[in-house]
């Protein structure tokens, strides 16, 4: 591929993406508000267009001429910075995350994913970890108590979590041999005993690693029922507290864009990413695994606010302990169990 | 080309941010400048074809290490150091010191002198090479140095928790 048609391929990929990303994201707290209200017995947003779909536009326009406050006791450039490095930790690891199999327009024949790395797993895990960073500095630098409280519990939580999550996934990667995540869903095509797809949940009996990693993750987007950061109760609205406007929809954003991406990873690592039945002409075929992964992803994101709906919220000293005295020794156990199997098939 | 410019420009990066590390008197700039230093060293890695180095990097240092780090100065609440003098030991003994470390640093880069460049990829980049050195080569090494890292965290229970006298009284009364 010439250098020049390289380019405007890698850009329109990546405005897409973000597009996409960005519409999820939006949607999905509209999904949200929808079937939460369900949940309790309420319409949700009604108003603004048919069942409510124009409400995220209506929000991002309020956001954008709200007065944007900043109050005169927070630490400035810390307090601006904190929102940006979220969102922007949140938002820079769909680079790395494939939405289905190779697509061919004209002479143009390109894999659906910004960029393939053969660290691409470990690339997601490491910019989702400074994400930790935009909430621990913003509770910082408002300078108040309840910001700081909230920061504090971000960082403590956020880290503990994190150990759980990764050694979760060493188990894929022994099955799989590769962090490509492309080479991590095609080492689960084809089925076995004739239906069954040979997805690591499974073949590979990653059942046990793939709750570890829901819970994990679940901490690790501070949501219910691990949203101690910001628990209304106790923390007015914990590290956010004093952040209005769009640097409050900055938080926002970040959070959602969280879940999308550890959706996408859930669908890609443990749920074979976008296999599923594909048939017609050439230009259905390239499109029908993206309508596989985006349905994963919506199933995904659907457990999420349906989990939201249901549970209360931990008590801090019970979210330590679980995570620490229960989902860390299950997910060496599921390790050592996973690494000796694979030997002895060997 | 462009190899080099980035190489530069994220080394020049990674000692700016090692001198304003010295040079903020606030912890939570210095250990942000930190991050910036961790960062731009993982780019280097990255740059000489060491991949999973450089996750590695990031993952532990920057993401989790640095954070810690970060944790510990938002729970102290840290305030603004006081600029000092500086003692007499400091300047007599650190200047002289300084002097003779960059000698040392130049005669070592002069005696190799005929290596110009770090050829791109041949560093044990892969996890497979890496576990290979690890876990084969250099297992005693790694296996003392696991040892070390738990009397580290025994040492640091034994200082946090408190002493058993403290702990008596508490329950009597």
Not at chain 1, 23 to 30: D, E, K
Not at chain 1, 50 to 76: I, S
Not at chain 1, 202 to 218: D, E, K, S, T, W
Request: proline share 5%; hydrophobic share 55%; charged share 10%.
């Amino acid at each position: 591929m010439p250098i020049l048609t390289f380019i405007i391929v890698a850009v329109i990929k990546i405005a897409l993406a973000l597009f996409v990303l960005l519409t999820a994201v939006a949607y999905t707290v509209w999904l949200e508000r929808k079937v939460v209200g369900h949940m309790q017995n309420r319409w949700g947003p009604t108003r603004v267009g048919p069942f409510g779909l124009l409400q995220p536009a209506a929000d991002g326009v309020k956001f954008l001429f709200k007065e944007d406050l900043t109050p005169p006791h927070v630490y400035r450039p810390l307090f601006i910075a904190a929102p940006m490095i979220a969102v922007i930790f949140a938002v820079t690891s769909i680079a790395v995350i494939p939405f289905g199999n190779w697509i061919t327009l004209g002479p143009i024949h390109t894999p659906m994913q910004i960029t393939d790395l053969n660290i691409g797993l470990l690339v997601v895990l490491g910019i989702t970890s400074l994400g930790v960073y935009g909430i621990a500095l913003s509770g910082w630098s408002s300078n108040s108590k309840y910001s700081l409280l909230g920061g504090l519990r971000a960082s403590a939580q956020m880290v503990s979590y994190e150990i759980a999550l990764g050694l979760s996934l060493v188990g894929v990667l022994i099955l799989s041999g590769t962090f490509s995540l492309r080479g991590i869903v095609e080492s689960q095509a084809g089925h076995f005993w004739g239906f069954i797809p040979n997805w690591n949940l499974f073949r590979g009996g990653q059942f046990v690693a793939f709750f570890i990693y829901l819970m994990a993750a679940y901490a690790e987007t501070n949501r219910i029922p691990f949203d101690l950061p910001e628990a209304e109760t106790e923390l007015v609205a914990g590290y956010h507290t004093e952040y209005s406007a769009m640097k409050f929809a900055m938080f926002f954003m970040a959070e959602y864009a969280n879940m999308v991406t550890v959706a996408c990873l859930a669908s890609l690592l443990f749920l074979g990413g976008w296999s599923g039945p594909v048939f017609g002409p050439q230009i259905v075929q390239d499109i029908l695994p993206l309508v596989w992964f985006v349905a994963r992803i919506f199933v995904f994101l659907f457990i999420y606010i349906w989990v939201r709906g249901t549970l209360p919220r931990f008590r801090y000293d019970q979210l330590m302990s679980f995570g620490w005295k229960f989902l860390l020794p299950l997910a060496i156990a599921n390790l050592v169990i996973t690494a000796t199997v694979v030997v002895l098939k060997k | 080309m462009l190899h080099l410019i980035l190489f530069s420009v994220f080394g020049l990066v990674c000692v700016a941010g090692a001198v304003n590390l010295v040079l903020q008197r606030h912890p939570i700039n210095s250990a942000l400048s930190l991050v910036v230093v961790m960062g731009s060293l993982a780019v280097e890695y990255l740059l000489l074809g060491a991949e999973f180095v450089a996750a590695v990097q990031v993952i532990v240092y920057a993401g989790a290490i640095m954070v810690l780090f970060v944790f510990v100065i938002m729970l102290l609440n840290a305030g603004e150091e006081e600029h000092s003098e500086g003692s007499r030991v400091a300047w007599l003994l650190g200047v002289p010191g300084l002097l003779a470390f960059l000698v040392m640093i130049c005669w070592v880069l002069l005696i190799h002198a005929n290596i110009r460049e770090a050829p791109l990829g041949a560093l044990p980049g892969h996890p497979s090479e890496i576990a290979q050195l690890l876990f084969h080569e250099f297992l005693l090494p790694f296996e003392v140095t696991s040892v070390l890292v738990l009397i580290a965290i025994m040492g640091a229970v034994v200082l946090a928790a408190k002493p058993e006298s403290v702990q008596a009284t508490k329950k009597e009364s």
